[in-house]
């Protein structure tokens, strides 16, 4: 997994407190602790994937596309991070048994796991973690 399913994760949660306003990437990347770049590569993302909106000029930035409930993170997994638990293999040596098969055996066993940790992820919403900031900030 790469630090973009978390960033976007942090701007879609960031985004969620500001529901009534436009939120400026600088303002996200100060809040998550990243350069601006970084957080602007996210958002791009996220727009393209309709989880987002922006408006350009004077008193643009971002703001969330949808109902905090209807986005999991199994669905910023997808868009971020899908095929990441895939182990990378060396070309082995087809000649040996071991080395002819290891590349199958690991795929369908990691590919099995990101399909549990998508069931797992399927059960949080960007709801959740707006929630469970607030709990935690209590």
């Not at 986005?71 to 040596?93: F, H, M, R």
């Not at 080395?99 to 960007?126: C, P």
Request: glycine residues 8%.
């Amino acid at each position: 997994m790469n630090s973009d399913f978390t960033l976007a994760i942090h701007s879609l949660a960031y985004l969620a407190l500001q529901l009534d306003r436009m939120s400026t990437s600088e303002a996200i990347s100060k809040s998550a602790g990243v350069h601006p770049v970084r957080i602007r590569k996210v958002l791009s993302l996220l727009k393209r994937n309709g989880f987002i909106k922006s408006k350009e000029g004077t008193g643009g930035g971002f703001i969330f596309a949808r109902e905090l409930d209807e986005v999991s993170l199994w669905d910023i997994y997808k868009i971020t991070s899908e095929g990441a638990l895939q182990p990378k293999c060396p070309e082995s040596n087809e000649q040996c048994i071991v080395g002819a098969n290891m590349r199958n055996v690991l795929f369908s066993i990691f590919i099995g796991a990101e399909e549990h940790l998508g069931e797992y992820l399927k059960d949080y919403t960007i709801k959740d973690i707006v929630e469970l900031v607030n709990q935690d900030s209590n």
